[in-house]
């Protein structure tokens, strides 16, 4: 199918699908006209793609544990589950960091006397 018939069936734009293919997650096949073709096994790679992205994996990311569902499969080999999993502890790690920043300026600001400049 066409780039438009398959953001359709996908739901995913466009623009999307040709950035997919700039990145190199998706290679749709070529027709004599040089149109894109996209093939069933494509669209599913694509819903996998979507699906990575909005749980907020970055594309360098999505990139490396792509392999994990090759053949259709529709469970992450151990390798990618792996990285996922270390890539969802620095979040955690990143998140409480900016939960102490945020209490520690609440502090702050919640201070009666911030020290200021002095007139003499």
Same mark, same amino acid.
């Given at each position: 199918?066409?780039?438009?018939?398959?953001?359709?069936?996908?739901?995913?734009?466009?623009?999307?699908?040709?950035?997919?293919?700039?990145?190199?997650?998706?290679?749709?096949?070529?027709?004599?006209?040089?149109?894109? +073709?996209?093939?069933?096994?494509?669209?599913?790679?694509?819903?996998?793609?979507?699906?990575?992205?909005?749980?907020?994996?970055?594309?360098?990311?999505?990139?490396?544990?792509?392999?994990?569902?090759? +053949?259709?499969?529709?469970?992450? +080999?151990?390798?990618?589950?792996?990285?996922?999993?270390?890539?969802?502890?620095?979040?955690?790690?990143?998140? +409480?960091?900016?939960?102490?920043?945020?209490?520690?300026?609440?502090?702050?600001?919640?201070?009666?006397?911030?020290?200021?400049?002095?007139?003499?």
């Amino acid at each position: 199918m066409r780039i438009g018939e398959a953001s359709s069936a996908s739901g995913v734009s466009r623009r999307a699908l040709r950035l997919y293919e700039d990145e190199g997650l998706i290679v749709p096949g070529r027709c004599s006209n040089g149109y894109r +073709d996209y093939c069933r096994s494509t669209l599913d790679r694509v819903l996998v793609i979507r699906s990575l992205l909005e749980a907020g994996l970055p594309v360098r990311l999505v990139r490396e544990v792509l392999p994990g569902f090759a +053949d259709g499969r529709t469970r992450l +080999d151990p390798r990618a589950r792996d990285q996922i999993a270390a890539y969802r502890d620095r979040l955690t790690r990143r998140i +409480d960091r900016l939960e102490r920043q945020q209490a520690s300026l609440g502090e702050f600001l919640a201070r009666e006397h911030v020290a200021g400049p002095t007139t003499a």
